[in-house]
């Protein structure tokens, strides 16, 4: 199944530790904030304890961390709408 | 149908006339750059119509402007994974 993964986390470094874990876990950045990704049941349980890790820890007033996963089918991924330019680089490309 | 609409917008003038836009048909925020809604398939071509519009001309030097719009059923909405604190509060309710 597909897996689109958004995230808004407004700490710069936990972001990045974000984007770099999704990546290893073999998902593909589809915008600046959100990566996508076809998963087996294990491989989903994997990344939402590894993201929920990962997010853990105190937040400082006025944070904002939050990721959202949601399931797609091939053909919804397929129908999706794309406006504006294809940015498919990320902090971790600019950054650097 | 549920569409997920989520955006990745540099310039700020133009990301809040976007999520002001969405909110104004009707769409739901989930997300700081994020909006979900229950829209028609004509309700969805004057969503697209009108992003395609405000997004329309010429971009400046490393700009991101990309809109992408992601059809899922009610059921794949339910089934979403929230990781976090979901924080509904948006640009505009901060920066008025």
């Known amino acids: 199944m597909i897996y689109l993964v958004i995230y808004d986390i407004s700490d710069d470094s ?3 530790k974000v984007s770099k874990f999704l ?5 593909r950045r589809v915008q600046w904030s959100a ?6 049941t294990s491989q989903l349980r994997d990344v ?3 993201l929920t890790l990962i997010m853990k820890g105190k937040m400082k007033e006025g944070e904002r961390r939050n990721v959202q996963i949601y399931p797609l089918t091939e053909r919804q991924f397929q129908q999706r709408i794309v406006i504006g ?3 498919e680089r990320g902090e971790e490309n600019v950054l650097m």
């Open 14 to 16: 936990l972001r990045l």
């Open 23 to 27: 990546k290893s876990k073999g998902l």
């Open 35 to 40: 990566f996508v990704g076809d998963l087996t």
């Open 48 to 50: 939402e304890s590894g």
């Open 85 to 87: 330019v294809l940015d």
